[in-house]
């Protein structure tokens, strides 16, 4: 009877694992994934393929080099090459998404001690690197199902003060990086992590409403409001970067805050200055910003005296 | 304004509820820890080769808080030796070989009282603890009431943790010893009382409405059936609205907390002058193969309560004492049920996971799961500091001293951290500091 295993209370477990978390986001991200085949043609698989082989890869090799405990298996790397490939556009090349990915996620999350250590999210930089190192990472690829006149994507377009198909914002049928055109995949996928309860309401809701809320304050145009909120990153990147649990405030009042920071610097970058996106900067900003949040916003304990 | 307390909705697993407890073959021996309580150790007053009956004293209450320990079954005292308890530590016993007559003492009577000091000495005498894990000494518990008001006493019948049904059957066989107690109770104390229980056990409180009705000192309160319901600070706020604070005792708020088996066993010996010498304990878990419910000598091995249940079906991967959340691994089948004992489960390979940990995402499931609101993360970051001084005042500011110990922060860890050990590492670290910081002080 000497074989009985001995532990450390308790002695049930929910069955939850870091593994099985990263599992349900890549499958609340397989919409998105399938209408950016849908929409780009096959073009879109090689951007996905280059991505999440060179972060699944990288990561293993990293590992390998520095001697440490294999991590690939918990499928983080998936999910960092999967977002950073669907927030490029088919106009980027093959070379260009290896060298974002490697940045990604080597200097992003393995320097920094990998996964959990990471304060910034790797996709979120890797696409803010390929932006500064190659310019253009959104625009310029046009839809293949439909005849698309304009190489310009929505944002471009609105901020020259024209107007925008709501319907066509929502399905995605529109240039733009390859899984954030797709507003309807990408709700979806919300409902399907709330669901699975992988993350709570609060950030994506907050985050989108407060661009929404600015821009009709500021035009006094409801059409305008809705087309700034569909067009962009906004959708994907509110539900599945500002979400990113290692780099966002761990309570409920510091990731009310962090969304409605992301909100206003994103209407900010994109209402104030010449640049027309600003999801991918709003984010990581607040990343840097959320010890601090976690700061303010930490809870008394029950009887706690302080 | 009131707080909604976070709680976990377990599997119930309450197969045995419907088990009347069953008496069992005598043990050929039991092992007796004289530190079945809290506080200092029992003295022992046998020697080896002694001849003893059932509810005989064998070792008498230490000085301060402390508890007799009685024998638990007719026959030889072979030992008084050191021995290694499941828990690690190494405890002093007495071993007894059952002659397995089971013969009760003779000299055995109710005791005679007056007032509250004879009332809380007699109390002394049964040997009974806190039956719901805590060990706390009974009588001093009550001894509270001389330094404060208290004006409710809370019965705690909750019993939250999967898989244990002893307290429940106590509460349906046991309804009219239990109304002995509360009456004795109100008689030297006085206050209301209010037997809480959650509500997956309606027999038990149909049962106990019978039992106290037309009792107007004593409510039923039927509570939701969640985890943890019955840990003292929860079943506080949930029943009365009310907080211990930190470095308060629960007395001071008018209010005491026992549990249900603690108060029948001690109207027990109050009628019949038996003192605590058996109880009973649920054995279940996959690897068993008649769960059941049992009435134990206390101090039985573990083998002999398995065997009574119809032993193993299959080699258990895991076997514990208590329940699944905060009961003890035993190393071994030759650990004796102590006081405290509800429960023994026995696990198969399937049902005993383990679980390596990993590091943590910050998924903050462990503090969106606290009852008490601990800033589990912060509480984890302090531990990996250097600076003694600071983590001392970080780990203060953090409150970590109100941690509860119900576990569920380590239940829901997706990286299967140990997140409530590291909060008692961290209880320990501040009172290492603090012993090691008053005698600098002396100095």
Known sequence: MSNLYVSATPHIHSGASTRNIMLDVIIALLPATAASVIIFGVKSLIVLAA?????????????????????????????????????????????????????????????????????????????????????????????TIVDAVSSATPLEVLAKGESVDVLDLFLGLHGGAIGETCVLALIIGFVYLLVRKVITWHTPVVFIATVFVLYLVFTGDVMMALSQILAGGLFIGAIFMATDYVTSPITTAGRVIFAVGCGVITFVIRYFCAYPEGVSFSILIMNILTPFIETWTEKKPLGGVR | MRKNISTLKLHHNKHTAGCKAAAIAPPEEVLLPLTMHSGSPAEPIVAAGDYVRIGQLIAKAGSGMSSPVHATVSGTVTAIEPFTQADGKSVQIIRIKSDGKMEKDPNLAPPVFDDLDGFLAAMKDSGVVGLGGAAFPLWGKFDAVRRNKVDTVLINGAECEPYITSDHRIMLEEGELLKAGIELLHKYIGARFVICIEDNKQDAIDNLTQVFAGVDYVEIRPLPSIYPQGAKQVLLYNVTGKVVKGGQRMASLGVLITNVSSVTKMAEYMTTGMPLVERIVTVDGTAVREPKNVKAPIGTPISHIIEQAGGLKCEPAKVLIGGPMLGTAVSSLDQPIQKVANAVLAMDKREAVKLEPSVCIRCGRCMANCPVDLNLEGIAAAMEMENEDKKYTELKRLGVGQCIECACCSYVCPAHKPIMHTNNDARRFIKQYEAAHAEEGRK
């Open chain 1, 51 to 143: 991505c999440i082989i060179t972060a699944v890869a990288g990561e293993a090799l990293f590992n390998l080099i520095c001697r440490k405990k294999q991590t690939v298996g918990d499928l983080s790397a998936v999910v960092t090459g999967l977002l950073l490939a669907l927030n490029l556009s088919t106009n980027v090349p093959a070379w260009q998404c290896v060298i974002g990915t490697l940045f990604a996620i080597v200097c992003v999350k393995c320097l920094f001690g990998g996964l959990g250590r990471n304060f910034a999210n790797p996709a979120i930089t890797g696409r803010v690197f390929m932006l500064v190192a190659f310019s253009a990472v959104a625009g310029g690829a046009n839809p």
